[in-house]
C-alpha cells in the first residue's frame, strides 16, 4: 500500500509560482497530478514513471508552463507550477500507481492510490 502526502499549495497572484511535493511512503510505478476545480470533472496534469523518468504533460493547458520531477531517494515528486493562470485554481491531487490496474498516464483508472488534495488559488 502507497500513501501520499500532499504539500505547497496556497493563494498567489496570476503570473506567480507554486511548487507542489507529493511524498509517498513506497516506491510506485507511475506518479501524477490531477486537479478539479469546482464545478468541473478531475483532470489530469502531469505524470512522471518512476524507474524511466518518462514525463507526460496535459497538451495545451499546461504544457510549457508546468514541470514535473521526482526525487528518487526521498520518493517525493514535485510540479512546479510557473505563470499561474487564474484558471489554475483547482485541488490539485497526487496520485500513485502501482502498475496493476492500467499503464495509461493521463487515465485516472492507472492510479490506486490518491492524496487527500492540496488547494491552489490564483488570484487575478
Known amino acids: 500500500q502507497v500513501q501520499l502526502v500532499e504539500s505547497g499549495g496556497g493563494l498567489v497572484q496570476a503570473g506567480g509560482s507554486l511548487r507542489l511535493s507529493c511524498a509517498a511512503s513506497?516506491?510506485?510505478?507511475?506518479t501524477a497530478w490531477f486537479r478539479q476545480a469546482p464545478g468541473k470533472e478531475r483532470e489530469f496534469v502531469a505524470a512522471v514513471t518512476w524507474s524511466t523518468a518518462n514525463t507526460y504533460y496535459a497538451d495545451s493547458s499546461v504544457k510549457g508552463r508546468f514541470t514535473i520531477s521526482k526525487d528518487n531517494a526521498k520518493n517525493t515528486m514535485f510540479l512546479q507550477m510557473d505563470s499561474l493562470k487564474p484558471e489554475d485554481t483547482a485541488v490539485y491531487y497526487c496520485?500513485?500507481?502501482?502498475?496493476?490496474?492500467?499503464?495509461?498516464?493521463?487515465?485516472?483508472?492507472?492510479?490506486?492510490?490518491w492524496g487527500q488534495g492540496t488547494q491552489v488559488t490564483v488570484s487575478s
Open positions: 496520485a500513485a500507481s502501482t502498475g496493476t490496474t492500467g499503464t495509461v498516464p493521463s487515465s485516472p483508472t492507472t492510479y490506486n492510490y
Open positions: 513506497g516506491r510506485p510505478y507511475a
